[in-house]
């Protein structure tokens, strides 16, 4: 959860950009506004480099500025490298560079938070589709039941990886078509247990007392049944929310994910694979997938012993 908090504020630990510049006796602001080279004595009219020597002098002489922690975006290209990249951790690029010249560190940290917000997204609209319709079909069971498995048996059976290579194909992946491309194929991950809890609980003495009190199908599912069915439901949610991120990276990794405007951790992988000369990239990237991996399992594992009545009894 630190990680993560700390990956929100990214702009803030790894820019390249200044916080704060106070110039010529006012403050400004360059991580929210964009301020040209001449504005800073420069030559051109694009936006200003804070990585150029001429601009750094002139910030100087009139003022000073407060870079943050890691002086690089992730997606920028440090021209000034005395080494061909991918270049080895130094004091400047603490875990090197890739092998386009961006640091690993800001890569990293942008990756994560990206990765974990497209897992966060998957895993709840996902588990919210599956919970209801594996709801659906163990409390109505009959046609509703049959009708439903036979579906989700065809869907299954579809080749979701030849479905999102033709996809790739036609349009340009972005965040959003890729959270819903897999989303019609993650949905179906819990339906089979909510299922399972749903026809084994429908018959339950507090189920059939309800029903003889007038009260409705919808609250006797989502109010007595589920929380009972819950249990097993979250058990497996940490579970979904890891193979999101493992999915993200491994279809970065192939090429058929994000585009390379966005920080990706596959991307990262597959610098590793192409890059067994540089070191760093490969252990950097497998210490943070295997270290938040794990941590996901972890805090899932945590949640059910919480919502374990049997253990807190």
């Known amino acids: ?7 929100l504020f990214s702009e803030l630990i790894a820019n390249d950009k200044p916080l704060i510049i106070k110039y010529k006796d006012k403050f400004y602001f360059p991580i929210f506004t964009e301020y040209t080279d001449a504005f800073w004595g420069g030559d051109f009219a694009t936006t200003a480099d804070y990585n150029d020597k001429l601009i750094q002098e002139n910030i100087a002489k009139n003022g000073w500025m407060i870079k943050p922690v890691i002086p690089y975006s992730f997606n920028t290209v440090d021209y000034y490298l005395s080494h061909a990249t991918p270049s080895a951790p130094d004091k400047t690029h603490w875990l090197g560079t890739d092998e386009e010249g961006r640091d690993i560190i800001a890569r990293l940290l942008y990756g994560i938070r ?3 917000i497209f897992a966060f997204l998957l895993t709840t609209v996902s588990s919210i589709l599956g919970i209801i319709i594996g709801a659906l079909q163990g409390y109505f069971g009959g046609k509703t ?3 439903f498995q036979r579906f989700i048996e065809i869907w299954d059976s579809l080749p979701q990886l030849f479905i999102l290579i033709i996809i790739a194909s036609v349009f340009l992946p972005t965040f959003w078509s890729l959270l819903l491309i897999l989303l019609l194929f993650s949905w179906t991950g819990l339906t089979g247990m909510v299922r399972a809890e749903f026809l084994r609980l429908r018959n339950f003495e507090f189920v059939k007392a309800a029903k003889v009190l007038g009260v409705s199908n919808f609250k006797i599912m989502f109010r007595h049944i589920l929380p009972n069915a ?3 439901s ?5 579970f979904i929310m890891a193979e999101s991120i493992t999915s993200l990276s491994a279809l970065d990794f192939l090429g058929l994910g994000l585009p390379t405007d966005y920080p990706s951790l596959g991307d990262l992988v597959r610098q590793g694979k192409d890059n067994l000369q540089a070191p760093w990239i490969g252990c950097s990237i497998f210490v943070v997938l295997a270290g938040l991996l794990s941590m996901l399992i972890f805090i899932g594992e945590g ?3 919480v919502f374990d009545a049997r253990k807190n009894n």
């Open 303 to 305: 949640i059910r012993d």
């Open 145 to 147: 039941d049959l009708i």
């Open 230 to 232: 819950l249990v097993t």
């Open 234 to 238: 979250i058990t497996f949610i940490p």
């Open 114 to 116: 990206l990765s974990v």
């Open 1 to 7: 959860m630190l990680i993560f908090v700390l990956s």
